[in-house]
């Protein structure tokens, strides 16, 4: 087992109570959640539980309190095999589609390095580019189509 792998599990058995209704089976889902909170600490309490439990809670009580408000949605990269600026727009689109009636919506765009760098590819200055390119363009998209009172995140992850 790896060192600190208990903590892990502790905090996405956390998670996946306070968030069972959004996440449902999706453990890849909560490990972002998980992720996102330990990256609002300071390193000084990414270690310490209360902190970790408590910025949870916070979320969970902001997402139930207005739920007409604030949503997350995951949205996967295109394929492998299919990857296009074409197609991440669709996806990009029917996300911003779901999430346009609440004013701060977050989407998690996740999958975007696999999709551009297959496993078994191997890295390069063209896809580092590429890579560096769909991430401005989804942020751009993102912008140009979102109404202005809404406050849309984007996470790429």
């Known amino acids: 087992m790896k ?12 998670i996946c109570a306070l968030f069972a209704d959004d996440i449902g089976d999706d453990l890849y889902f909560a490990r972002q959640i998980k992720e996102s909170i330990e990256a609002t600490l300071t390193k000084e309490n990414r270690d310490h539980p209360a902190a970790f ?56 765009l996740t999958g975007l390095k696999e999709a551009i760098c297959p496993a078994g590819k191997r890295w390069t200055a063209r896809r580092a580019a590429e890579y560096q390119n769909a991430i401005a363009y989804a942020r751009d998209f993102c912008q140009s189509r979102t109404r202005p009172s809404s406050h849309l995140n984007l996470i790429i992850y």
Do not use: M, N, W, Y
């Open 53 to 108: 439990l408590a910025a949870a809670q916070t979320l969970a009580e902001q997402t139930a309190r207005h739920p007409e408000r604030a949503i997350v949605d995951l949205v996967p990269a295109p394929e492998a095999q299919g990857f296009s600026e074409l197609a991440l727009r669709a996806r990009l689109l029917e996300a911003i589609k779901r999430t346009c009636r609440f004013e701060k919506p977050l989407l998690v």
């Open 3 to 14: 060192h600190g792998a208990h903590k892990d599990f502790s905090k996405l058995q956390i």
